[in-house]
């Protein structure tokens, strides 16, 4: 299966190692924090002339809350772009950037392993994203799953995007 393909009905899916540009952080999606973070992770890119990919987010909240009940400007992340296996050092292209992009100096070269899950592919506005967990949750239950991991979007169109109603978001639950 290929990390950037979902169904649009939850599915279990099964993903091995990854690697690529992280920068870790805490503040609403869109919001100053987050705005400059995404800027130097594809900054950096740019300066590594790797191919540009969709932005990805894993999520999480500090609460023992639903995190549909905390504050968004309280909801932490690590911003993602996968990098290809070839593309190793990323020293030289932060210290090239950083100048004009201090944030540049946040973004680190990480690897993690998805491993197992349940995903959808999500059609539509962020706010709407609660019915398609519920779809992603009723399956988890079916099969005898839990969440082991942080939850997971990959934004196959632009996030900044005027119209949401477009939007496709690959939303993914780490299981065990």
């Known amino acids: ?14 993903f091995g190692p990854v690697r690529g540009l992280s920068v870790t952080g805490c503040g609403e999606p869109g919001g100053a924090a987050y705005g400059a973070s995404v800027g130097a992770l594809y ?26 009940e905390v504050p968004r400007e309280e909801w932490w992340w690590h911003l993602f772009l996968r990098l290809p296996d070839e593309v190793d050092a990323i020293g030289e292209a932060v210290e090239r950037v950083r100048p004009e992009v201090p944030a540049a100096a946040r973004v680190q070269l990480v690897a993690f392993t998805e491993g197992r899950c349940v995903q959808m592919l999500h059609r539509g506005p962020y706010a709407d994203e609660p019915a398609s967990l519920a779809e992603m949750d009723a399956l988890m239950h079916a099969e005898g799953l839990e969440a082991n991991g942080l939850h997971h979007e990959i934004y196959l169109t632009d996030p900044k995007a005027q119209d949401q109603a477009k939007a496709r978001t690959i939303l993914r639950q780490p299981v065990r």
Not at 49 to 68: H, I, N, T, Y
Request: charged fraction near 30%.
């Open 1 to 14: 299966m290929s990390w950037y393909e979902a169904a649009e009905k939850p599915e279990i899916a099964e």
């Open 43 to 68: 900054a950096v890119m740019g300066a590594l002339g790797a191919p540009m990919v969709p932005l990805e987010g894993r999520w999480w909240v500090e609460d023992e809350r639903s995190p549909f």
